[in-house]
């Protein structure tokens, strides 16, 4: 079946620095991949998406390219501000499939 | 326009009662799925409404159950409670092109249930 895999957190780096975190899938056909981040006391937001192969997504300084290749959809910003502490979420969706499948989340810490 | 919204916020329900979680989408938007967030098993689907038909359901026993209503307002209900079933209930509604899921989904607050 669909599945989302990420990088285990907490990732805790410091303000200014580069992020990375990483998120791989399985799926058959051409999901649409997703970036969904969860601030402290707040509900889900959309991040960024990307619905076809070699899409780039960007939102906010963070940007993810869909790669079909390796099945990834990898999560980057350049430099990290405390504001950007939160839970983030990795994401597909299919066609006619009508629902999310998530991965576990990723918490990210940034200390000043 | 307003947002998702969700009711109640907080619900403490004891084992073995039922209970019935509101759901308010974004005005227009006729696509309502639900979700539950525990910490131990994350985000899990529960199912997917589209003017008032059930198009997809998640892997839960039959005593979580939802409906959708003529304004796109949806309910869901879970019967016969267990310990287990304490988490946050998520709502998110999408504006869907056809049978596309490509578009964002946009979420609620949540409903967060402890069940004592």
């Known amino acids: 079946g669909n599945s989302v895999t990420q990088m285990e957190g907490p990732v805790t780096l410091s303000e200014e620095a580069f992020l990375t975190i990483n998120c791989t899938y399985t799926?058959?056909?051409?999901?649409?991949l997703f970036w969904y981040v969860q601030y402290p006391g707040e509900g889900l937001q959309l991040l960024l998406k990307?619905?076809?192969a070699d899409d780039k997504g960007s939102n906010k300084g963070f940007e993810a390219t869909y790669r079909k290749e390796t099945t990834s959809f990898h999560l980057e910003k350049g430099s990290v501000q405390v504001s950007d502490s939160a839970v983030y979420f990795c994401?597909?969706?299919?066609?006619?499939?009508?629902?999310?499948?998530w991965g576990a989340g990723t918490k990210l810490i940034i200390k000043p | 326009k307003a947002g998702v919204t969700q009711t109640p916020r907080y619900l403490i329900k004891t084992r073995g009662q039922q209970v019935t979680l509101s759901c308010s989408p974004i005005?227009?938007?006729?696509?309502v799925s639900w979700y539950q967030q525990t910490p131990g098993q994350g985000l899990q689907f529960l199912f997917e409404?589209?003017?008032?038909?059930?198009?997809n359901k998640g892997n839960f026993p039959g005593r979580f159950s939802g409906r959708q209503f003529s304004n796109s307002r949806s309910e869901m209900n879970v019967s016969t409670l267990e310990l287990g079933d304490s988490a946050l209930y998520l709502c998110?509604?999408?504006?869907?092109?056809?049978?596309?899921?490509?578009?964002?989904?946009?979420f609620g607050p949540g409903t967060r249930l402890t069940v004592l």
């Open positions: 005005s227009g938007h006729r696509s």
């Open positions: 994401a597909l969706s299919q066609d006619s499939n009508y629902q999310l499948i």
């Open positions: 998110a509604s999408s504006h869907p092109t056809g049978y596309s899921m490509r578009n964002e989904q946009f």
């Open positions: 799926a058959t056909g051409y999901p649409s």
């Open positions: 409404y589209f003017s008032e038909t059930q198009r």
């Open positions: 990307a619905t076809k």
